[in-house]
C-alpha cells in the first residue's frame, strides 16, 4: 500500500503561482511512477502531468505546457507540482497517484493509488 497526501492548494489570483506537493508514505515510494491529475466541477478527471521513478522523463498534458512543472524528491518521498501563470480554467481538485506502470501515464486506469486531493482555485 502506498498513502497519498496532497497539499498546497488555495485561492489565488490569475498569472500567479503555487506549488503543489505530495508526500508519500508505505511502500518505496522510488519504484513509482508519479502523477498529477485534475477534476473541474462538471468534468472528468484528466491527466495533468507525469514524471519516472528516477525522475529523468517527464510528461505533460498540452494545457499546461510551458507552465506547470513536475519534480520529486525521492529522499523525501514527495511529488511536486510547480504551477505558474495560472488561468481561471485551471481551477480544479488536484490529486495526485501512483503507478507501477512505465508507459500510459495519462491514463487513470494505469495508477494504482491516489491522494484525496487538494482544491486548487484560480480567479479573474
Known amino acids: 500500500q502506498v498513502q497519498l497526501v496532497e497539499s498546497g492548494g488555495e485561492l489565488v489570483q490569475a498569472g500567479g503561482s503555487l506549488r503543489l506537493s505530495c508526500a508519500a508514505s508505505?511502500?518505496?515510494?522510488?519504484?513509482?511512477?508519479m502523477g498529477w491529475f485534475r477534476q473541474a466541477p462538471g468534468k472528468e478527471r484528466e491527466a495533468v502531468a507525469a514524471?519516472?521513478?528516477?525522475?529523468?522523463?517527464?510528461y505533460y498534458a498540452d494545457s499546461v505546457k510551458g507552465r506547470f512543472t513536475i519534480s520529486r524528491d525521492n529522499a523525501k518521498n514527495t511529488v511536486y507540482l510547480q504551477m505558474n501563470s495560472l488561468k481561471p480554467d485551471d481551477t480544479a481538485v488536484y490529486y495526485c497517484?501512483?503507478?507501477?506502470?512505465?508507459?500510459?501515464?495519462?491514463?487513470?486506469?494505469?495508477?494504482?493509488?491516489w491522494g484525496q486531493g487538494t482544491q486548487v482555485t484560480v480567479s479573474s
Open positions: 497517484a501512483a503507478s507501477q506502470l512505465s508507459e500510459a501515464w495519462g491514463y487513470s486506469y494505469a495508477y494504482d493509488y
Open positions: 508505505g511502500r518505496t515510494f522510488s519504484a513509482y511512477r
Open positions: 514524471i519516472s521513478w528516477s525522475g529523468d522523463r517527464t
